[in-house]
């Protein structure tokens, strides 16, 4: 097996960011970047919650959403935001403006856009419960995360840190495909790739059901019951494949995260031969190196109105 670490979560979130800026629902996108045009005469206030090392910060400037935007990131790693702290200072002295430091991060300004850039190490469902935070931002972004939390229970909570009529941009919520080829046994890879979904289902955070293998399909319902007006919604789903020179950027590495996390997951899972899981693995990896794997995973995105 290859003996590489594949473990660096940061390096996994920095590796993605190629494969999600491919995977971003445009139509959803652009509807979003619509409805804040009317918005675009004051600076709009962001909040991501579970921003990991803050990529959708970098997302938003690149795209261009808004010309002035006050983005507040929280994460409740502190690996993830120290990175995001010293990453993303150093991104933003290479865009060409000025950056100041300010107490929970920086802002950066060039004659056509601003971004104020604070980074916060908290659990997100604490920091929404905040009596400071109940409807004070114009967009709600989460970005690869519902997957991983109690929707019904935390989405209430989410929505709430917002101002009547604001915005919340839902984003690469898995829904229950995966697929890996070529696939050399067919129904182990099936009984395989069914019990890593039953190990999202069966996720506990804090002894509470935490995570959702279809969660994609289900937030239009969740959305529904919250009063949220869907605006759009549309799939975003993961596709690497290798091109003639291998995987583009550093598409190699989330591909190697994304095998070890199943191996992780069910190396000593009871319905399957230990031996079989290993072999596998070295042998999805061995895949990657040589170029030859491809990786799908469907996921959905949501934009609505509050
Ligand atoms: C799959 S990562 C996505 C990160 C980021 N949105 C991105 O796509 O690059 C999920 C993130 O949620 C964070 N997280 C999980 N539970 C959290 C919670 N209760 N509060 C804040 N962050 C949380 C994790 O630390 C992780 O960074």
Same mark, same amino acid.
Request: net charge negative; aromatic share 10%; charged share 20%.
């Given at each position: 097996?290859?003996?590489?670490?594949?473990?660096?979560? @940061?390096?996994?979130? +920095?590796?993605?960011?190629?494969?999600?800026?491919?995977?971003?629902?445009?139509?959803?996108?652009?509807?979003?970047?619509?409805?804040?045009?009317?918005?675009?005469?004051?600076?709009?206030? /962001?909040?991501?919650?579970?921003?990991?090392?803050?990529?959708?910060?970098?997302?938003?400037?690149?795209? !261009?959403?808004?010309?002035?935007?006050?983005?507040?990131?929280?994460?409740?790693?502190?690996?993830? =935001?120290?990175?995001? @702290?010293?990453?993303?200072?150093?991104?933003?002295?290479?865009?060409?403006?000025?950056?100041?430091?300010?107490?929970?991060?920086?802002?950066?300004?060039?004659?056509?856009? @601003?971004?104020?850039?604070?980074? =916060?190490?908290?659990?997100?469902?604490?920091?929404?419960? !905040?009596?400071?935070?109940?409807?004070?931002?114009? *967009?709600?972004?989460?970005?690869? $995360?519902?997957?991983?939390?109690?929707?019904?229970?935390?989405?209430?909570?989410?929505? #709430?840190?917002?101002?009547?009529?604001?915005?919340?941009?839902?984003?690469?919520?898995? &829904?229950? /495909?995966?697929? $890996?080829?070529?696939?050399?046994?067919?129904?182990?890879?099936?009984?395989?790739? +069914?019990?890593?979904?039953?190990?999202?289902?069966?996720? *506990?955070?804090?002894?509470? *059901?935490?995570?959702?293998?279809?969660?994609?399909?289900?937030?239009?319902?969740?959305?529904?019951?919250?009063?949220?007006?869907?605006?759009?919604?549309?799939?975003? &789903?993961?596709?690497? =494949?290798?091109?003639?020179?291998?995987?583009?950027?550093?598409? #190699?590495?989330?591909?190697?995260?994304?095998?070890?996390?199943?191996? @992780?997951? *069910?190396?000593?899972?009871?319905?399957?031969?230990? &031996?079989?899981? /290993?072999?596998?693995?070295?042998? !999805?990896?061995?895949?990657?190196?040589?170029?030859?794997?491809?990786?799908?995973?469907?996921?959905?995105?949501?934009?609505?109105?509050?």
């Amino acid at each position: 097996m290859n003996t590489h670490d594949f473990s660096d979560f @940061q390096r996994y979130l +920095a590796a993605k960011v190629s494969v999600d800026d491919r995977s971003l629902n445009k139509d959803v996108w652009n509807s979003l970047f619509r409805a804040l045009h009317p918005w675009r005469e004051r600076p709009l206030r /962001v909040l991501d919650v579970g921003a990991g090392i803050g990529t959708m910060a970098q997302r938003l400037w690149r795209w !261009r959403l808004h010309p002035h935007i006050l983005y507040t990131g929280v994460d409740l790693s502190s690996e993830n =935001i120290d990175h995001a @702290q010293a990453q993303l200072q150093e991104w933003a002295r290479g865009r060409g403006g000025s950056v100041l430091r300010t107490a929970n991060g920086f802002v950066l300004r060039t004659s056509t856009q @601003q971004m104020t850039i604070s980074l =916060i190490q908290e659990d997100a469902l604490s920091f929404v419960r !905040r009596p400071e935070q109940q409807g004070a931002w114009d *967009l709600l972004i989460a970005h690869a $995360f519902l997957d991983l939390v109690d929707i019904a229970a935390v989405l209430p909570q989410l929505l #709430a840190t917002l101002k009547q009529g604001g915005f919340c941009y839902l984003t690469l919520n898995f &829904d229950g /495909v995966t697929i $890996f080829e070529p696939v050399a046994e067919p129904s182990f890879e099936t009984k395989l790739i +069914a019990l890593y979904h039953q190990s999202m289902d069966q996720r *506990l955070i804090e002894g509470r *059901l935490s995570g959702d293998s279809r969660a994609g399909r289900h937030l239009f319902a969740h959305l529904n019951a919250a009063g949220v007006d869907v605006m759009a919604a549309g799939a975003s &789903d993961w596709v690497v =494949i290798p091109q003639k020179d291998g995987y583009p950027e550093d598409e #190699a590495y989330f591909l190697h995260f994304i095998v070890h996390t199943v191996f @992780q997951e *069910l190396v000593d899972h009871p319905q399957l031969d230990r &031996d079989q899981v /290993v072999a596998w693995t070295q042998e !999805r990896h061995a895949q990657i190196d040589a170029g030859t794997l491809v990786y799908i995973a469907h996921q959905l995105d949501y934009l609505g109105r509050k």
